[in-house]
């Protein structure tokens, strides 16, 4: 199986809604899904997109999706390359497509001028600590989340 990665485009919205579900089934965070395809459109395809999409297919089939932004860095006066979702589905799982998916966004992040790559992994989700960690990750367990969502979101409106 050879992993071909390519950039999603509009008519792949469906795919990318399938895909999130998945995550959000695996995560245990199903409830939380609020993304719609119009808002997918609006955000991922629009002339001035907030964050990118990538598709990983393994042969002819959609096997994982990763979903990137670039933010900026202040120390290192560069941007950065936030990865926000990285899903296989589980039966393409340990055939290299999640390498093949984190391998193309770190070359982007260089070809970008990146100084960094981040993301977030859940504190339980060991076989995705070890995978990030095989690749050269160090997890910064000095930095915790914060965020401000919903309502306590909404009251500073």
């Known amino acids: 199986m050879t992993p071909l990665i390519r950039s999603a485009t509009s008519d792949d919205v469906p795919l990318i809604l399938a895909f999130i579900r998945a995550l959000a089934a695996y995560e245990k965070l199903t409830d939380d899904v609020t993304a719609t395809e119009a808002q997918l459109r609006r955000t ?6 907030v964050a990118h999409c990538i598709l990983a297919y393994a042969d002819d089939t959609p096997a994982g999706f990763a979903i ?9 006066a560069q941007p950065g390359l936030y990865l926000e979702d990285l899903f296989v589905k ?4 340990g055939h290299g497509l999640g390498k093949a998916l984190l391998i193309h966004l770190a070359r982007l992040a260089n070809t970008r001028g990146c100084g960094r790559m ?3 992994v859940l504190d339980w989700n060991q076989p995705a600590i070890d995978f990030y960690e095989s690749l050269g990750a160090r997890r910064l367990r000095e930095w915790q989340i914060c965020r401000l969502t919903g309502e306590a979101l909404a009251r500073y409106r």
């Open 68 to 76: 990137y932004f670039f933010n900026y860095s202040t120390f290192l």
């Open 118 to 120: 981040e993301w977030s």
């Open 90 to 93: 589980p039966e393409f799982r």
């Open 44 to 49: 991922l395809f629009a002339d001035a997109p």
